[in-house]
């Protein structure tokens, strides 16, 4: 009964109006590309600093749900992840909308990313103190070999040129390496130059691989940029909904494995949307359709990205280790605000607590109508601008906002050199995924892999140390089930020999 | 992604080739480069080297032994694609000299012209103009003014 009267709490006209500004606020910034959502919560944090505990704390996660989901709007429309949580989305949201279906996508993207947002609102509130103590087991190996299962899903990204995944993947893992090394503090391939110390910073290379390319094609013809949407068909609310439940098991599952992801601290929306589309790609009985449009791979990241959200909220509350980086920031706003994380979140400011879930229950239900208001007219304006002023728009935003993420105009000419590289990439048939999959998961990778590495030698067997936990083993499956399994599906469906048909009947 | 069945292709050998053989250089130097580096920082791009080294190697051979097909790439202007190429990069490498804004409103005026396929009047050109301008100036003021973003004035424009 307490957490409900703590819960309706939220309900107050000056705490619903916050979580209205902070959705509104949120998808707007989420939606411009080089602004993540990180970003989004850093940038309005002070804001929060002179208000109330709760009324602070559900305008960030207000916030934060607003811009994970905003990030949806640039991957369908332009093909470029608003925050790399939305990388995923771009996979078969950009399709949809180059045939016409861009507002179709918006809606599905709307609809998945408050499912999403809901179930993971759920996790926190039941099994916050129970999944925390788990994802404690969680060593640098098993880092490791979640870092190593985030790049079999190239495996599943490239499929038809699986070799060239792999190469991708093997330069955005060296791309990674680059600066100041994460353990030993070596300075490696910086060549003497300054500004490479600090490494290729992910999210300018994400803009660039992703953007500069469809630039680069935008500008070499004078056909529209995305097929119009059929006059008077509205926001497709109806057929959105038939898709939801026609994908309801899938919507289900990347819930779940959006929050399990963010339950384990430092993995985030990117790797959350990544494995979520992998596993509703395997499943589907339209697997050939993903990649080409498939409304399951919009639902399968929007509803992740999104439960990420409440899953990430429940390291950083039990146990003050944020699940994922726009958390930390979240933590550092609640330390200024004089609260400790812990247990005490759960006993001495319980009131706190579950008017912040309850805050954020509100804030993901609200998304719904303001992101179909915004989306509808996101989409509508895309699609009616011409190119003059779409491509000099789009230039301005990477460029700003590449730079905005350092201040560092040399960020700039990393994401420009970036793109030209990856557009040249994807004409001999290494798409950009991969790269930036090597480049996110290549920290992860390397520090867990050393850290394994020296346990393994201090006690004597690496290779104990590596395959002799059982979390590892269960990890080490899923890897070789990622795998295998597309190679299985590509040796079942081989076209067959004559010989072999005519035995088969 | 899997190329569709529809989708036409053309002779990859060539290509697939050219990708290994940088590849390899890639993967060769940054082996070499990791020779001075301490064992913990060179163990992890090493590995990643001879991994890469591995696949261009199978690229390369794949490339000789089989006959891999690619999906043909979007057909277009080539001069306007190298255009858009080279404004990018100036305007990247001269954001510190000009300042932020000189070289956005020029560089986004060339883009503009790139992109642009139809006669240009008189009303149009105005159009475009001040909707850029008001583009490049709300944006301007939202991360300079509003999110404090310090972005560069120019060293060109110190003197004057």
Same mark, same amino acid.
């Given at each position: 009964m307490d957490t409900l009267s703590f819960m309706a709490a939220a309900l107050s006209p000056v705490n619903l109006m916050l979580a209205i500004i902070g959705v509104a606020a949120g998808i707007l910034i989420g939606a411009l590309p080089g602004l993540s959502a990180t970003m989004a919560v850093a940038v309005l944090v002070p804001v929060t600093f002179g208000m109330a505990p709760e009324a602070a704390l559900i305008m960030l996660g207000a916030i934060y749900t607003g811009a994970i989901y905003g990030g949806s709007y640039a991957a369908i429309?332009?093909?470029?992840? &608003?925050?790399? /949580?939305? %990388?995923? +989305?771009?996979?078969d949201g950009y399709p949809m909308a180059k045939r016409g279906d861009g507002d179709l996508a918006v809606t599905l993207s709307t609809l998945s990313s408050m499912v999403g947002g809901l179930i993971g609102a759920l996790a926190l509130l039941t099994l916050a103190p129970l999944l925390a103590q788990i994802a404690l087991k969680f060593g640098p190996v098993e880092y490791f070999w979640l870092a190593i299962f985030g790049l079999t899903l190239i495996s599943a990204l490239s499929e038809g040129s699986t070799l060239k995944g792999f190469i991708g993947a093997g330069l955005g893992l060296l791309l990674s390496t680059?600066?100041? /090394?994460? %353990? =030993?503090a070596d300075i490696r391939y910086a060549f003497g130059s300054q500004f490479l110390l &600090?490494?290729?910073e992910t999210i300018s290379a994400l803009i660039g691989l992703y953007c500069v390319p469809v630039l680069i094609d935008l500008v070499a013809t004078p056909s529209a940029h995305l097929e119009p949407p059929e006059k008077g068909r509205g926001i497709r609310f109806a057929e959105g909904l038939s898709l939801m439940w026609r994908g309801k098991f899938n919507s289900l599952r990347s819930a779940i494995i959006g929050t399990a992801v963010a339950i384990?601290? =430092?993995? &985030?929306g990117s790797i959350a949307s990544l494995v979520s589309y992998s596993e509703a790609r395997r499943t589907s009985p339209r697997s050939d359709n993903f990649g080409k449009g498939e409304p399951d791979g919009v639902i399968a990241t929007e509803t992740a990205n999104n439960a990420t959200v409440g899953g990430g909220f429940i390291p950083t509350f039990v146990? =003050? %280790?944020? &699940? +994922?980086p726009p958390d930390a920031v979240i933590l550092g706003a609640l330390l200024v605000q004089g609260f400790r994380t812990g247990p005490e979140m759960f006993t001495t400011n319980v009131g706190v607590t579950y008017t912040f879930i309850g805050g954020l229950f509100i804030a993901t239900l609200l998304m719904l109508p303001i992101g179909l208001l915004i989306g509808r007219y996101a989409f509508k304006s895309i699609v009616s601008i011409p190119k003059a002023l779409l491509v000099p728009s789009i230039a301005f935003m990477t460029i700003i906002g590449t730079y905005a993420i350092r201040n560092n105009p040399f960020d700039v000419v990393v994401m420009v050199i970036l793109g030209v590289i990856g557009w040249m990439l994807s004409r001999y048939g290494v798409k950009p995924s991969p790269i930036v999959l090597g480049l996110i998961l290549g920290p992860i990778a390397e520090q867990g892999f050393v850290q394994g590495y020296l346990m393994g030698n201090a006690s004597g067997s690496v290779v104990n140390a590596f395959f002799g936990r059982p979390l590892s083993l269960a990890i080490i499956a899923m890897v070789l089930l990622s795998v295998l399994f597309p190679l299985l599906r590509a040796w079942r469906s081989r076209p067959r020999t004559p010989k072999e048909t005519a035995n088969g009947h | 992604m899997a190329t569709d069945p529809q989708t036409p292709t053309l002779d990859a050998r060539r290509s697939d080739r050219s990708l290994a053989l940088v590849m390899i250089v890639i993967a060769a130097g940054a082996i070499v480069f990791s020779r001075d580096m301490s064992i913990m920082a060179s163990v992890f791009p090493r590995t990643i080297a001879v991994l890469l080294l591995v696949f261009s190697v199978a690229l390369l051979i794949k490339s000789v032994v089989a006959h891999p097909r690619l999906a043909r790439p979007e057909a277009g202007s080539v001069a306007r694609r190298l255009g858009l190429i080279a404004v990018m990069l100036i305007w990247s490498l001269s954001l510190k000299w000009l300042g932020f804004l000189v070289a956005s409103v020029a560089s986004a005026a060339l883009l503009a012209g790139l992109a642009h396929y139809h006669a240009w009047t008189a009303r149009r050109l105005g159009g475009y103009a001040v909707a850029l301008g008001l583009i490049i100036g709300g944006f301007y003021i939202l991360f300079a %003014?509003?999110?404090?973003v310090p972005l560069p004035a120019g060293l060109l424009w110190r003197h004057f």
């Amino acid at each position: 009964m307490d957490t409900l009267s703590f819960m309706a709490a939220a309900l107050s006209p000056v705490n619903l109006m916050l979580a209205i500004i902070g959705v509104a606020a949120g998808i707007l910034i989420g939606a411009l590309p080089g602004l993540s959502a990180t970003m989004a919560v850093a940038v309005l944090v002070p804001v929060t600093f002179g208000m109330a505990p709760e009324a602070a704390l559900i305008m960030l996660g207000a916030i934060y749900t607003g811009a994970i989901y905003g990030g949806s709007y640039a991957a369908i429309l332009v093909n470029t992840p &608003g925050t790399p /949580s939305a %990388i995923a +989305t771009t996979f078969d949201g950009y399709p949809m909308a180059k045939r016409g279906d861009g507002d179709l996508a918006v809606t599905l993207s709307t609809l998945s990313s408050m499912v999403g947002g809901l179930i993971g609102a759920l996790a926190l509130l039941t099994l916050a103190p129970l999944l925390a103590q788990i994802a404690l087991k969680f060593g640098p190996v098993e880092y490791f070999w979640l870092a190593i299962f985030g790049l079999t899903l190239i495996s599943a990204l490239s499929e038809g040129s699986t070799l060239k995944g792999f190469i991708g993947a093997g330069l955005g893992l060296l791309l990674s390496t680059v600066g100041v /090394s994460v %353990i =030993g503090a070596d300075i490696r391939y910086a060549f003497g130059s300054q500004f490479l110390l &600090g490494g290729v910073e992910t999210i300018s290379a994400l803009i660039g691989l992703y953007c500069v390319p469809v630039l680069i094609d935008l500008v070499a013809t004078p056909s529209a940029h995305l097929e119009p949407p059929e006059k008077g068909r509205g926001i497709r609310f109806a057929e959105g909904l038939s898709l939801m439940w026609r994908g309801k098991f899938n919507s289900l599952r990347s819930a779940i494995i959006g929050t399990a992801v963010a339950i384990l601290p =430092g993995a &985030g929306g990117s790797i959350a949307s990544l494995v979520s589309y992998s596993e509703a790609r395997r499943t589907s009985p339209r697997s050939d359709n993903f990649g080409k449009g498939e409304p399951d791979g919009v639902i399968a990241t929007e509803t992740a990205n999104n439960a990420t959200v409440g899953g990430g909220f429940i390291p950083t509350f039990v146990l =003050g %280790i944020p &699940g +994922t980086p726009p958390d930390a920031v979240i933590l550092g706003a609640l330390l200024v605000q004089g609260f400790r994380t812990g247990p005490e979140m759960f006993t001495t400011n319980v009131g706190v607590t579950y008017t912040f879930i309850g805050g954020l229950f509100i804030a993901t239900l609200l998304m719904l109508p303001i992101g179909l208001l915004i989306g509808r007219y996101a989409f509508k304006s895309i699609v009616s601008i011409p190119k003059a002023l779409l491509v000099p728009s789009i230039a301005f935003m990477t460029i700003i906002g590449t730079y905005a993420i350092r201040n560092n105009p040399f960020d700039v000419v990393v994401m420009v050199i970036l793109g030209v590289i990856g557009w040249m990439l994807s004409r001999y048939g290494v798409k950009p995924s991969p790269i930036v999959l090597g480049l996110i998961l290549g920290p992860i990778a390397e520090q867990g892999f050393v850290q394994g590495y020296l346990m393994g030698n201090a006690s004597g067997s690496v290779v104990n140390a590596f395959f002799g936990r059982p979390l590892s083993l269960a990890i080490i499956a899923m890897v070789l089930l990622s795998v295998l399994f597309p190679l299985l599906r590509a040796w079942r469906s081989r076209p067959r020999t004559p010989k072999e048909t005519a035995n088969g009947h | 992604m899997a190329t569709d069945p529809q989708t036409p292709t053309l002779d990859a050998r060539r290509s697939d080739r050219s990708l290994a053989l940088v590849m390899i250089v890639i993967a060769a130097g940054a082996i070499v480069f990791s020779r001075d580096m301490s064992i913990m920082a060179s163990v992890f791009p090493r590995t990643i080297a001879v991994l890469l080294l591995v696949f261009s190697v199978a690229l390369l051979i794949k490339s000789v032994v089989a006959h891999p097909r690619l999906a043909r790439p979007e057909a277009g202007s080539v001069a306007r694609r190298l255009g858009l190429i080279a404004v990018m990069l100036i305007w990247s490498l001269s954001l510190k000299w000009l300042g932020f804004l000189v070289a956005s409103v020029a560089s986004a005026a060339l883009l503009a012209g790139l992109a642009h396929y139809h006669a240009w009047t008189a009303r149009r050109l105005g159009g475009y103009a001040v909707a850029l301008g008001l583009i490049i100036g709300g944006f301007y003021i939202l991360f300079a %003014i509003v999110l404090n973003v310090p972005l560069p004035a120019g060293l060109l424009w110190r003197h004057f």
